[in-house]
């Protein structure tokens, strides 16, 4: 579990392309400023929970190998990376550890599109779209990720909603490498579809 604090952004160095009667997927090769990461663990990756297959040290951090599956790149941002795309990387939670965002998985729901950035005061306002079936989900003053940023939704429509990005979070994710148009992973609040849940039962 992961809390959207993103705390690094990586860099894709190589993706290869894996076929096996079982299925197709993608292995990628990600450069991490991290020192300790260790094979097995999990990292979140533009959103989406994946395993650490292969670690290697560099005097930078440590570069990882994980494998996405078939399924995984159908219904996630992720099947565009290629060499040089930068990732939001998030490492779990440990117990004790303060969560600064909201509760996280890394399952994304659904990809979205920024629609619009505009200037608003020290911050930008962001507009995304999103897929309807998400809308019960998108409540004013609620949570999202969005690849693996915990935001607060403002002003939600049946297929959009709004976030106010602070210069800081800008630079300190993918966000600054983003425009008009670009997709993104979407993540709605565990919470709120626990609840949603129930009311349907």
Known sequence: MFSGIIQAVGEVRRTT?????DGSGRSLDIASPFRNLRKGESVSVEGVCLTVVQCRKRPEGTEFKTVISEETLRKTTLHALSPGSRVNLERPL????????????GHVDGVGRIRSIRPEGASKLYTFSAPRTLAPALLSKGS?????????????????????????????TTLRHKKAGSAVNLET????KAVLGRRVR
């Open 17 to 21: 392309e894996l076929v096996s009667r």
């Open 94 to 105: 440990s117990v004790g550890d303060r969560i600064g965002g909201h509760f996280v998985l």
């Open 144 to 172: 999202i990720a969005v690849d693996g940023i915990s935001l607060t939704i403002l002003d939600p429509k049946r297929e959009r909603f709004s976030a106010s990005i602070l210069p800081f979070t800008e630079k300190a």
């Open 189 to 192: 609040d565990i919470l709120v």
